[in-house]
């Protein structure tokens, strides 16, 4: 073996170990021995790039490639290079050129799919996790990889395939958006996930104690559902304070945190047998009338909660398929033939950071009054022919108004938020009465004569408490809706 070759040798090892100056230095030493010697130049360049040098990096690099066109490791360092400095399609471009070199190699493919991926190129991406996985079907990375382009596009009952693979791996991937989790939830098989290993990463195992929670509570399992908020509380403040999906797990956890006090406070709300079933799908919200049994429209009826996790209306009026839409779909299937269903979004449409206030951000020329009115248009339509194809009896409810402090947002924006909430109530009232749907107006509940929240109502700044819709529920029954 050639010197240069044994001091290449010793650099990985070096490499390998976090020694970079050491490294360095022995990729110098074999320049001084063979100064065209590519192998060392690409070393030289990777060690550069560790050390915050980009621009020296590529330079390196660039010699290397110089030196011998056909070492693999050039072109995938250079991607490396790109993708730290944020140049997407020059590191596209350069691992293209690594894979090519070596197309027997899975990891080249699964790296070109992750690329594609950010380059927001879907199906080219699924392709080439495809390709990785063709030549080794047991690829963690290119599994999980796969399963996220199909929760992405609504084909969650494949993803869960996937995602079940990887968790069962000898060493399971991290699932850092909880879509294992999700995916079960929505598809009725949440306990699945107790006969897999443990999560191990803080924010998983918060994320999934709290699932776990929302599924008891949705069962009617009150116990099983105050033990994993016990168990959940503790994790809240583990792991990474912008984790995906954390901040909404704080939030699942204490509407659950709520709606278990008012129910050891008022346990006659959910006592008592039932002559019928509503089946109440939704957002969050309807974790709030899950396993109420009240007496409306002259019979006794216990409400059963089916939740499709962050759905908005927007995402059933699209065209384009996503996870949410998939969520809905899922809960449509447990609903029988002949049900009566209250349908319960529209909430996050009108809130001040999502929905129709962040696209009026992204376009403050858009008219905010047309848009809610097609929006509205469109729920209604959609859930009235989800009901008429599956023979549902449909029922409605409004958005509750908003318990945010609006006094501290600017005039401007004040007025488009609370203007969308008062706009989208007011049209889906319209449109419910055009087709003769009964309207259970949590809206009226929750605001005083003035317009302004009742706050003793609400959970957070959100949800409300379920006696609200006890109330709106007998206010439809004085009605004769």
């Not at 490294?23 to 990777?46: F, N, S």
């Not at 009952?157 to 069962?168: H, I, K, P």
């Not at 009826?301 to 996790?309: C, D, I, P, T, V």
């Not at 004040?414 to 969308?420: D, K, M, N, S």
Request: hydrophobic letters at 45%; one cysteine or more.
């Amino acid at each position: 073996m050639a010197i240069t070759d044994q001091l290449i040798m010793s650099v990985m090892s070096h490499l390998r170990a976090g020694k970079r100056q050491e490294a360095g230095k022995l990729c110098r030493d074999v320049l001084r021995v063979e100064p065209e010697h590519a192998r060392a130049h690409c070393l030289l360049g990777i060690i550069a790039f560790q050390d915050g040098d980009a621009a020296e990096a590529l330079a390196l690099l660039q010699r290397a490639g110089e030196l011998n066109d056909q070492l693999p490791d050039v072109p995938r360092a250079q991607a490396e290079v790109y993708l730290g400095i944020g140049q997407i399609d020059k590191a596209l471009e350069a691992q293209r050129r690594a894979t090519a070199m070596n197309p027997r190699e899975p990891m080249g493919h699964l790296q070109e799919a992750i690329l594609l991926q950010r380059l927001e190129r879907s199906e080219e991406a699924e392709v080439a996790a495809q390709r990785a996985l063709t030549l080794k079907p047991d690829m963690p990375g290119a599994r999980q990889l796969l399963a996220t382009l199909l929760y992405r596009r609504g084909e969650i009952a494949e993803a869960a395939e996937l995602l079940l693979a990887v968790r069962s791996a000898p060493r399971p991937a991290a699932d850092p958006n909880h879509h294992l989790a999700l995916v079960l939830l929505a598809l009725g098989r949440l306990g699945e996930l107790d006969g897999l290993p443990a999560a191990t990463a803080p924010n998983q195992v918060f994320g999934e104690t709290v699932t776990g929670a929302i599924a008891a509570w949705l069962a009617g399992d009150v116990a099983a559902c105050r033990a994993l908020r016990e168990r959940a509380r503790p994790l809240a403040g583990e792991g990474y304070a912008d984790a995906p999906n954390r901040s909404v797990f704080l939030t699942y956890l204490g509407i659950l945190e709520g709606l278990l006090a008012w129910r050891e406070a008022n346990p006659a709300a959910y006592a008592g047998e039932a002559e019928s079933t509503i089946h109440v799908m939704g957002d969050s919200h309807v974790l709030s009338y899950s396993g109420l049994v009240l007496d409306t429209l002259g019979e006794k009826r216990r409400l059963q909660s089916h939740l499709a996790f962050g759905c908005k209306a927007w995402h059933l009026v699209r065209e384009e398929p996503s996870p949410y839409r998939a969520f809905f779909e899922a809960t449509a299937v447990a609903i029988p033939e002949g049900a009566t269903v209250l349908g319960v979004f529209g909430e996050l449409d009108c809130r001040y950071k999502e929905g129709l206030m962040r696209v009026l951000r992204r376009n403050p020329l858009a008219d905010w009054r047309a848009m809610t009115d097609d929006l509205v248009a469109r729920y209604v339509a959609f859930m009235a022919d989800t009901a008429q194809a599956r023979g549902w009896t449909l029922w409605l409810a409004s958005p509750p108004m908003t318990n945010v402090n609006t006094t501290l947002i600017g005039g401007g924006e004040r007025e488009a938020f609370l203007g969308i909430i008062a706009r989208f109530n007011e049209r889906l009232a319209a449109e419910a009465a055009a087709r003769g749907l009964p309207l259970v107006d949590v809206h009226a509940v929750t605001r005083d004569e003035d317009g302004n929240a009742l706050r003793r109502h609400f959970i957070d700044t959100n949800h409300v408490r379920p006696a609200v819709l006890l109330e709106a529920l007998a206010a439809l029954r004085a009605t004769g809706s």
